[in-house]
């Protein structure tokens, strides 16, 4: 079989010697690329917003979040690109079946981790559905919730030793112990005014004299019960005796005062009034008081930028 | 060519640290963290990372050892004492991600020490009334009877009936006064005190005036593997032995 390597082969190219039929674009035209075309500038540019207006419009009807394949490690599943945490997973594991990772059976893994996903799922339902602006306990529960990430930096901030110092200084009557007092109240019948000797120092002898005390019909009322904190005498006294006993040094007696069920005189065996605590003692008091402060300030804070950022129209019938 | 060539290789240098760090950190995240002590190479890992954590967020209040403070009921971290659970790595975890008393839904927020010098010793709790000095006192003298110190043999009596009735110690710290982990009741009987020395007058500020100490939740402050490795290095300064020359 002969294969001719070489084989001339002649093409006849009709060749338009006028330029008139010439494909190439006229000097001056749109499509001359050497020149500076306005029409061409317009037509180029008005194709560029088309196709942008098409894209950002087929972009914003048809959006969404950017979506991952991979669980991140400190995560055990993605629910709608939502993490479920794997803290909350071991916790539940421990909490509903007292095992831990390791001991637990795949189908305790598996009941909790489908546990998780269905509440998940239901959660973002119900954002979905906005179930908060009709369920009072939804409501509750995201108040709270922000509240809480509101106060976050001033629950985990540790304030300085000498700002807990200023602020024991500023409310240091806050730091007192509970005063104690041993006080007897004796009660005589409204007649015995008159008998009752009016200087203190014989009123005293008087009531610590038994005789004198059954002349005069008096008795113990009962209503102490030997050594109280102040907060207990003042409800077993009443406040108008305790203000009375409060005043009254260790072995001091009161003058007789008049109350409804007859005299009274009280006879202080021992009165320890409230002692300021020392810094040192007051510490744990006074860090938990200044965090309260400091979380009310931050919440306050907030709710004004929520106020201040939100567009509220209030009813006419109640501006 | 020769810098470019070395720039390469520095470039794939740092990358493989990178991917090195990662691949730990994702076996760190995925490990059951009760069975991370047993993996040395992971609990160094864990720990030296974990260290500048610590100092960061917690040796303000627990000491850069870890050691706590008495005088104000920071409890030690070194010792082998723990108010919450028993020293597992999912329970520390759990305590430096939610907090105690720290205003989380899920801190440990089971019960407060009550004032019991109040008039209302605790107020989330209306059941609870209060002492007369006298009832707190027996109590003091029961609880250091109780430790083998010196004490009023009677009073401790009334303390003790006390204990068991209606003051209703007996509700957090158990009826044999050794406390109750799952809920954080120290035990009041052995040789640790959180707050003070764990003598009359510390004794007495806790009866009379309450405790309630708090430890911040930071579980929306760092992210999973620093609260592992925060966890593994609490771990590993209650666990000496755990890292050998670790600290």
Same mark, same amino acid.
């Given at each position: 079989m002969f294969i001719p390597s070489h084989t001339p082969v002649r093409f006849q190219m009709p060749i338009d010697k006028n330029p008139e039929h010439s494909s190439r674009p006229q000097?001056?035209?749109?499509?001359?690329?050497?020149?500076?075309?306005?029409?061409?500038?317009?037509?180029?540019?008005?194709?560029?917003?088309?196709?942008?207006?098409?894209?950002?419009g087929y972009s914003l009807f048809t959006a969404r979040s950017t979506s991952t394949l991979i669980v991140p490690a400190e995560d055990v599943a993605l629910v709608n690109q939502q993490p479920l945490s794997r803290a909350d997973f071991?916790?539940?594991?421990?909490?509903?079946?007292?095992?831990?990772?390791?001991?637990?059976?795949?189908?305790?893994?598996?009941?909790?981790?489908?546990?998780?996903?269905?509440?998940?799922?239901?959660?973002?339902?119900?954002?979905?559905?906005?179930?908060?602006?009709?369920?009072?306990?939804?409501?509750?529960?995201?108040?709270?919730?922000?509240?809480?990430?509101?106060?976050?930096?001033?629950?985990?901030?540790?304030?300085?030793?000498?700002?807990?110092?200023?602020?024991?200084?500023?409310?240091?009557?806050?730091?007192?112990?509970?005063?104690?007092?041993?006080?007897?109240?004796?009660?005589?019948?409204?007649?015995?005014?008159?008998?009752?000797?009016?200087?203190?120092?014989?009123?005293?002898?008087?009531?610590?004299?038994?005789?004198?005390l059954a002349r005069l019909d008096g008795r113990d009322s009962g209503k102490t019960r030997g050594e109280e904190f102040y907060f207990a005498a003042k409800i077993h006294l009443g406040d108008a005796l305790f203000a009375a006993a409060r005043d009254l040094s260790n072995g001091m007696s009161s003058r007789p005062i008049q109350l409804a069920d007859g005299i009274h005189v009280l006879d202080m065996q021992e009165n320890k009034r409230p002692i300021p605590f020392g810094f040192a003692a007051a510490r744990s008091q006074v860090l938990s008081d200044y965090r309260n402060r400091a979380i009310d300030q931050l919440k306050s804070s907030g709710e004004s930028f929520l106020r201040k950022r939100a567009n509220v129209l209030v009813a006419d019938d109640l501006r | 060519m020769r810098f470019v060539v070395i720039l390469a290789l520095a470039c794939l240098l740092i990358a493989a640290i990178f991917a090195a760090d990662g691949h730990a950190e994702r076996r760190l995240l995925r490990a059951d963290p009760d069975l991370l002590p047993a993996d040395a190479l992971l609990l160094r890992f864990a720990v030296g990372r974990g260290r500048p954590l610590f100092m960061a967020r917690c040796a303000a209040c627990h000491g850069p050892a870890g050691l706590g403070d008495p005088a104000r009921g920071v409890p030690d971290l070194a010792d082998d004492d723990w108010l919450y659970g028993t020293?597992?790595?999912?329970?520390?975890?759990?305590?430096?991600?939610?907090?105690?008393?720290?205003?989380?839904?899920?801190?440990?927020?089971?019960?407060?020490?009550?004032?019991?010098?109040?008039?209302?010793?605790?107020?989330? =709790?209306?059941?609870?009334?209060?002492?007369?000095?006298?009832?707190? =006192?027996?109590?003091?003298?029961?609880?250091?009877?109780?430790?083998?110190?010196?004490?009023?043999?009677?009073?401790?009596?009334?303390?003790?009936?006390?204990?068991?009735?209606?003051?209703?110690?007996? =509700?957090?710290?158990?009826? =044999?006064?050794?406390?109750?982990?799952?809920?954080?009741?120290?035990?009041?009987?052995?040789?640790?005190?959180?707050?003070?020395?764990?003598?009359?007058?510390?004794l007495h500020m806790s009866i009379a005036y309450g405790r309630q100490g708090a430890c911040p939740a930071w579980i929306r402050r760092i992210n999973a593997a620093g609260i592992r490795e925060l966890a593994l290095y609490v771990y590993s300064i209650s666990h000496p032995g755990a890292i050998p020359n670790a600290h």
């Open positions: 000097p001056g035209s749109w499509r001359d690329l050497s020149h500076i075309s306005n029409a061409r500038s317009f037509v180029l540019m008005s194709a560029g917003v088309l196709t942008g207006l098409i894209l950002a071991l916790a539940l594991l421990q909490t509903l079946y007292g095992v831990d990772l390791s001991h637990a059976s795949p189908e305790q893994r598996h009941k909790v981790l489908d546990d998780m996903i269905r509440e998940e799922l239901f959660v973002q339902r119900g954002k979905e559905l906005d179930v908060a602006s009709t369920d009072p306990d939804v409501r509750s529960a995201l108040v709270n919730a922000v509240e809480l990430e509101i106060a976050q930096n001033a629950i985990t901030a540790q304030p300085s030793e000498a700002a807990l110092r200023q602020f024991y200084q500023t409310h240091q009557d806050r730091y007192v112990s509970e005063g104690v007092m041993r006080v007897r109240d004796l009660v005589f019948p409204a007649s015995a005014l008159s008998e009752l000797p009016a200087e203190p120092g014989a009123l005293k002898s008087a009531i610590a004299d038994p005789q004198t | 020293g597992r790595v999912s329970e520390i975890e759990k305590v430096v991600d939610y907090g105690i008393r720290s205003r989380n839904p899920k801190a440990l927020n089971f019960v407060i020490m009550p004032a019991y010098a109040r008039p209302q010793p605790n107020p989330a =709790d209306k059941n609870i009334s209060s002492l007369s000095p006298g009832e707190i =006192d027996d109590l003091i003298e029961f609880l250091l009877q109780r430790q083998r110190r010196q004490a009023d043999a009677t009073a401790a009596a009334r303390g003790a009936s006390l204990f068991a009735g209606h003051a209703g110690c007996y =509700d957090c710290h158990s009826i =044999d006064a050794e406390g109750d982990s799952a809920i954080g009741a120290p035990n009041l009987v052995d040789a640790t005190t959180l707050y003070g020395d764990g003598g009359r007058e510390a």
